[in-house]
C-alpha cells in the first residue's frame, strides 16, 4: 500500500511541477494546489499506513494500546490543510486582482515592478 | 516544567497574539490600534530581554505547551541566539512601528496594518522560539499570511506585480519545507529538533539524509534568499509602503537564515557534508550577485534590496564555514543587518518623500534641504558595507578571521569582494543622490517627513552606530550563541527535559482528562 | 432575495441553525464536533439571513460587527491559554473546576473558553466574508 502511494506522490509531485513551469498564473495556481495535496499525502504516508483501529485512548488506560493508527500526521495534515487552504483562497483573489489591474495573466509580461532597464545606471563620475 | 519562569518563553509570542486580537476588535479605531500596536510591542521587546537575561542567567529554557511533554508535545525553547535575536527583532520593529505611523496615513491604518504587523512579530517570535520543526513551518506560514496582507496594503499596480511573485514562490518554499519535514518525520518519527538531533545521528548510513538536508537547504535558502533562488525578493521588495519593506528586509530572510542555523546546527549537526559543500558556494555567489545586482539597479529601493541579498550570502558563508568564530560572525552579521536593513529602506522611504521618486538618476542634492536624513543614509550604508568602526565591520572581520582559520579562501574572497562592492555602490548612491548639485530647474520638492520619521531613522543609525562603538556586548552575545550552537547539550536537555526515555513517565505527564 | 419560501422560512431556520451551532460548540467537548464546525453552523446562519432578508438586516441581527467577534474570539482563546499561569502550569494546559454543587459538570474548563474563542473567531470571519461578498452583488 505504501508504494503504491508513493507511487502516487511522485505522480502528482510531477503534475505539480508541470504545472509550476507554466508562466500562466491559473496554471500556477492549479500547480501550487497539487502540490500541497501531493505534500499532504507524502505526511500521510510518512506515518505508515496502519488499518487498525481508530487513534482512541479506551477509558481508564493512560497510554493506547498497540495497533492503532497513528495520530500524528492526521493533526499535521489537518493543520497543512487549513493553511493551505486559506493561501489557496489568498492566491485566487491575488491573481484575480492582478488580473484586473495588469491586464495579464503571463507572469512573463508582469514587468511593472521590474521594468526593463532603458538605461545603464547612472555613474558616479557623472556627477 | 511548572515554575512560572519558563513562561518567559511564551509571552514574546502570546503578547503580539493577545495584542493583534485586540486590536482586531477595535477595527474600526485606528487610534485605538496604533496605541496597541506600540504597547504590545513594547512589551514584547520588554518580556524578550526579561527571557534574555534569563537565558543569560540560568541557560537555555523550555516550556512545553499544555504540559504535554517533548518529544511528544510541541515545546517552545529559548537559547541565546534566539531570545537575542527576539530582542533585536522586537527592538527594530518598534522604530519601524513609529516610522509607521508616522509615514502611513489613517486610511492605511484602517486596512489592518496593526494587527497584521502584529502578527508577523508574533510568527517572527515563535520561528526564533519554537523547537519543534513543525511548529516551525507553522510560524513560517503566520509570517507569511500577514506579509501577503501587508505587501498588498494600498494595492497600486506595482505592488500587486511584486506581490504575485512574492507569494508563489514564498509559498512554494514554505510547501518544500513542509515536504522535506513530512521525509525527516517519516526516516525518524519526531519532529522535536531536540529528539532530531540525537535521532538523526543514529540513523543507518543508507538513509537519505543527504537529501533531506539538501531539501532543507533549498526550501529555507529560498525563504533566506540565497542565490540562485533570490529572484523574488528584488522583484517584490521596492513595491511595498516603506514601513512594510523595512519590516520585511529587516525580518523575513533573517527568520531563514536563522532556521538554518538551528536546523543544520542541531539536526544535522555532523552529516551532510554534501550540503555544507553546496551552502559555501551558494553563499559566495549570494555575497557577489547581490552586490553586482545592486550595482546595476537604477532604482533606489531595488538597489537596497540587492544589498539584503548580499547580506544573507555573507551570513549563510559564516553557518557554512561552521567554526565557533565564523557562527559568533553569522550571529552578528544578522543583528547588524536586522538593524541597518530597516534603516535603509525608512532612508529610502524619506528620499522618496524628499525627492519625489526613488530613481537615482532623478534624485539629486537632496543634502541641502534634508542634512539629517543625508548623514544618517550615509552611516547605514557605510555599516552594511562594513567600514569602521560602524556595526557592519565587526562581523566580517569575525567572519574574515574564521575564512582563513579554516582555509575557506572563497568565503574569504567573497565577504572582502561584495565589502568592497558594496562601499562603491554606497558611495555612488550618496554621491548622486545627496551630494551632487541639484539643477537650478530642479523642482521644489517636500519636505523628508518631520520628527516621527527622523527620530525613527535616527534611532536606527545611532544603534548601528553604537554596536560599532560599544562592540562588545555584542559579540559576547552572538559568542554565546555560537557557542550553544556547537553544543547544544543544554538546549537539548532543557526541551527534552531529561533523556527521552524517560520524559512519558516522569511526574509532569498530565492525567487524562475525563 | 425575492422568494417567498425563504423569507418565510429564513427567521425560524436562522434561528434554529443558531441554536444548533451551539448544541454542536458544547458537544465538541467530548464528543465529534466543536468550536470551529459550530462556528460554521452559526456563520451560514446569519449568511442565509443576510440573503433573505437584506445586508442591513443581518447587520442588526449580529448586533455588533463581524470583526469585532472575530477579534473577541481570538482574544478568549488567546486568554484562556494565558489562564494557566494563574495555576502554574505551562501555557495552554487546560484547567477544569468541578464546583461542589456539580461535581459532575464537565464544562466548566478553560478548554471549553478555548473553544468558545474558536467559534467567535469562525463565526465573526466567515459572517464577515459572506456580508463583505453580498455587498459585492
Redesign the interface.
Known sequence: METILAVLVGLLFAISVYLLLSGSLIRLILGVFVLGNATHLLIFVSGRLTRESPPLIESGLKVAEAGIANPLPQALILTAIVISFSLFAFLLVLSYRAYQSLDTIDTDDMRVAEPHAETLPMRGRDV | MSDTTAWLVVWPVAVPLIGAALAIALWTRPQAQSAIGMIAIALQFVSGLALLAHVWANGPVAMAMGGWPAPFGIAFAADTLGAGLTVVASAVAMGILVYGLGDTDVEHRRAGVIPLLLALMMGVAGAFLTADVFNLYVWFEVTLISSFGLMVLGGRREQLDGAVKYAFLNLLATTLLLIAIALLYGMTGTLSMADLSGKVAALPADAPIETVALLFLVALGMKAALFPLHFWLPAAYHTPLPTVSAIFAALLTKIGVYSLMRVFMIVFPDTADIAREAMIWTAVATMIVGALGALAETDIRRVISFTVVSGVGVMIGGLAIGTELALLGTTFYVIHSIVVSAALFMAAGMVARAGGGTRIADLAGLYKGAPFLAVAFLISGLSLAGVPPLAGFWPKVYLVQAGLAAGEYAIVAGVLVSGFLTLMLMGRVFAIVFWRAAPEDAPQTGSDGGMVLKGALGAMAALTFLIGIYSAPVAELSGRAAAELLAPDAYIEAVLAGPPQTAATTPGTPEVQP | MNSLILRTATPLLSGLMLLFSIYVLLRGHNEPGGGFIGGLIGASAFAIYAIAEGLAAARRAIVV?P??I???G??L???S??AS?LF???????Q?WFPSFAPDM?YASTVVLFDVGVYLVVVGAIAGIAFALEERE
Open positions: 460587527p470583526i469585532t472575530a477579534g473577541t481570538l482574544l482563546a488567546a486568554l491559554g494565558v499561569i502554574g502550569d505551562a501555557f495552554l494546559t487546560g477544569w464537565k
